[in-house]
């Protein structure tokens, strides 16, 4: 089992920034993949980047240039720097881990970007 625990969302203004951590509990189990996905009202859950442990990265094109996610393995823990944030960029975000066989997901973080 591995446990995450997400940080530093609030709200921001239009063009502000925020950065996201999101910590992975230590574990047996190994994790490939972490990433963050938002989740907006009425809407389904999308991706917002990836990291694999070797790191390389996915951007979704609506945050792409914008939000940075980066890793330290060491400490099993992901990080998601935004950027120029939009009013489009308000939703839960989500931490994501993946491992050989199945995955985790975090609690959760709200992001409000007001205009």
């Known amino acids: 089992q591995v446990q995450l625990v997400e940080s530093g969302g609030g709200l921001v203004q239009a063009g502000g920034s925020l950065r996201l951590a999101c910590a992975a509990s230590?574990?047996?189990?190994?994790?490939?993949?972490m990433g963050w996905y938002r989740q907006a009202p009425g809407k389904q859950r999308d991706l917002v980047a990836t990291i694999t442990s070797g790191g390389s990265t996915n951007y979704a094109d609506s945050v792409r240039g914008r939000f940075t996610i980066s890793r330290n393995n060491a400490r099993n823990t992901v990080y998601l720097q935004m950027n120029s944030l939009k009013p489009e960029d308000t939703a839960v975000y989500y931490c994501k881990a993946e491992t050989t066989y199945t995955y985790f997901w975090g609690q959760g973080t709200q992001v409000t970007v007001s205009s």
């Open positions: 230590r574990s047996s189990l190994s994790i490939n993949a």
